[in-house]
C-alpha cells in the first residue's frame, strides 16, 4: 500500500466529515446566491445540505473522539489526583465502549424501524441519512476499544506508554 492510500486510509473519518462540510457548505451557498440573483433557489438544497451536515457531524464527532478533543472527556479524566488518572482514564475508555456501543445497537434499531421511510423531496431512502448514525458511532466505539488497549498498557506498564 503507497503512503498515499495510507494517508487516506488513516485519516477517512477526517476526510469523509470534510467532504460532507464542503457539500453542506457549497449547497448554501449556492442555494443563497440563487434566490438572492433570481429570486428562486433549488427546491432541494435544504434536503441535501442537512443530510451531508449530519453525516459531517457524526462522522466528525468520531473523528473529534479519536483525536481526544472532546473536553468533557478530557476534563473528567483530569479531575482525580495524579495517581488515579491513568486508572480514570481506562474507567472513562470502558465506558465509552459500553455508550457507544449501546448507540450502536440503537441506531440499528432505528434504522431498520424506518427502513420503509423516504424523505420528502429526494424520495430518496431515509436510510442513507440515518446510517451517519451507526457509522459515527461505530467509529467511535473501535477508537474507545483501541484507547482501552493503550490506556490499559500504560497502566500496567508505564514505560510502554
Known amino acids: 500500500m503507497s503512503i498515499k492510500a495510507k494517508t487516506i486510509f488513516r485519516n477517512f473519518d477526517l476526510i469523509l466529515s470534510g467532504f460532507f462540510l464542503c457539500i453542506t457548505v457549497l449547497v448554501v451557498i449556492v442555494n443563497v446566491a440563487l434566490r438572492y440573483l433570481f429570486q428562486g433557489g433549488i427546491f432541494w438544497a435544504e434536503e441535501v ?14 473523528s473529534a473522539y479519536r483525536y481526544k478533543m472532546h473536553i468533557g472527556i478530557d476534563l473528567v479524566t483530569s479531575l482525580g489526583p495524579n495517581a488515579w488518572r491513568k486508572f480514570i482514564r481506562v474507567v472513562i475508555d470502558c465506558l465509552m465502549f459500553v455508550i457507544n456501543g449501546y448507540i450502536v445497537y440503537l441506531s440499528i434499531q432505528f434504522i431498520q424501524a424506518n427502513k420503509l421511510k423516504r424523505t420528502p423531496v429526494l424520495d430518496i431512502p431515509s436510510l442513507y441519512i440515518n446510517l451517519a448514525l451507526t457509522v459515527g458511532f461505530s467509529l467511535m466505539t473501535v477508537y474507545a ?12 506498564d508505564p514505560q510502554k506508554g
Not at 145 to 156: E, G, K, M, S
Request: net charge neutral.
Open 49 to 62: 445540505a442537512t443530510s451531508a451536515f449530519i453525516w459531517s457531524v457524526f462522522v466528525g464527532a468520531a
Open 145 to 156: 476499544l483501541y484507547f482501552i488497549y493503550q490506556d490499559t498498557r500504560q497502566l500496567i
